[in-house]
């Protein structure tokens, strides 16, 4: 069964944009399944609170509208409530897409996180890692729900994910095959749908070339 899986499974790309991502599932020929926009976390909590509440709290942008003052402790107490939150949020969500589409669901591919400081006490002090910080805390929640159901977890880089897509297609452009896509989709289908549809593809017809995970 889980062989079986492995090779015939969907694919679910995801492009996130702070704390919501762009679900694009494809079924191993290729075919899309599901779109969606889903959020990891509601709007009681604050978006990026490692760039936005941490940078506060040692001291960064505290002359930009809304910046308030607050230890860094109370910043680091944010980052975890917001973890937490996108943690059950990732899982509710992958819960919910693996029950609507008609096919199992076997891998996720999601933009690879650039390496960061072990702590966030580190990651809110260093002025680079602050900045994305926050998008690897989603893109690790979706990760680590998709694993819990047993998916596994492709990393791709944006760079290269429609050149990647076009190759595991065996198609020298990725473009018209993504436009067609949407065109029978209808709107909203934006650069990050197709940004996400391409990340699946890439492991959809790695896949059904005969190379499974």
């Excluded at 002090?125 to 690897?136: G, L």
Aim: with cysteine; hydrophobic share 40%; aromatic share 6%.
């Amino acid at each position: 069964m889980a062989s079986r899986r492995t090779k015939q499974g969907a694919t679910v790309g995801v492009a996130e944009n702070g704390n919501s991502a762009v679900l694009v599932t494809i079924a191993h020929d290729g075919a899309l399944l599901d779109r969606r926009r889903v959020n990891l976390t509601n709007s009681s909590l604050p978006t990026h609170p490692h760039h936005h509440e941490g940078s506060w709290a040692v001291g960064r942008y505290l002359n930009t509208p809304g910046a308030r003052q607050l230890s860094l402790a109370e910043a680091v107490s944010l980052v975890e409530r917001v973890r937490e939150a996108a943690a059950r949020g990732a899982r509710e969500n992958l819960e919910a897409l693996a029950a609507e589409v008609p096919v199992p669901i076997g891998s996720i591919a999601i933009r690879v996180c650039p390496p960061l400081p072990p702590t966030t006490e580190e990651r809110i002090y260093d002025n680079r890692a602050q900045t994305f910080a926050d998008s690897v805390m989603y893109r690790e929640a979706l990760a680590a729900a998709g694993e819990e159901r047993g998916w596994t977890v492709h990393w791709y880089d944006r760079e290269t994910a429609f050149r990647d897509a076009a190759a595991a297609m065996r198609r020298d452009d990725i473009d018209d095959f993504l436009q067609e896509m949407g065109r029978l989709v209808g709107p909203p289908w934006q650069a990050k749908h197709k940004l996400a549809a391409a990340a699946a593809l890439a492991v959809a017809g790695t896949r059904r070339r005969g190379h499974p995970d």
